[in-house]
């Protein structure tokens, strides 16, 4: 079985997959404090409640948060006794044609991944998470850039940090787009600054490219904008973990799968 962990910098993203089948999906904060021994246990227990007897072959992970990623590494050899992959553009499968391909995210590599074995291309992965990211992957499948915007969480908390008098709010369709009170104020412009945010960028994507593309939601806050954005064609809450499980079918080896 192939165990694969998303480390982001708010939450932490964990799937055990029998060949192309997840089994069981987990969701942790992202502690930076917890030490490895403290991962390790806490994994242990989490892949008991497996629907199946649980054997690690492959441990792969993404990270974005160097300082979780350190002690989650050192635990894999003691509780699960495999030495774990760390996903890098050099084993990515996939052509990064970036100036800087190792400035990619792991997380960004693994959805383009996922993405080259899953769905029509050219696509775009709009992944909703600490930052808002944009991900082209072209018709032959290679990783030719993207859009780093801030999060819908980030900007709103900004905004209510930096006006004494605003707060937080939900994040959710409001009944009207005119608010009669502040809430209802913030609730609007929040939404449709992120709505518009979305079209607008894929709008200009798909006139650079000059072509129709196929757009997957993940992250999230996906399902929520896609309700909004008919440039979305589907919502897929495991695509980073599926882009790390194919990493760990092929066995991090660089050639296809």
Known sequence: MNLVIDIG????KTGLFKKEKMLLRGTFSTHPDKESDEWGILLKNWLEISPEKTCIDIVVISSVAQSALVPIRKAMPRYFR????????????????????EEVGADRIANAVAVKSMYKMPAVV????TATTFDVISERGEYVGGVIAPGIRV????????????FPVEFKKPDRVIGKNTTANLI???FYTSVGMVREILDRIEKEIGQEINVIATGGWGRVISLECEKIKEVNPNLTLQGLNFIALRGGKHNGR
């Open 82 to 101: 495999v030495s774990p992959l760390e996903l890098t553009h050099k084993i990515a499968g996939i052509p990064i044609l970036c100036d800087n391909p």
């Open 155 to 166: 900007a709103s908390e900004s905004l209510w940090q930096r006006a004494e008098r605003l």
């Open 126 to 129: 709009v992944d909703f998470g």
């Open 188 to 190: 609007s412009g929040i």
């Open 9 to 12: 910098n708010t939450i932490i």
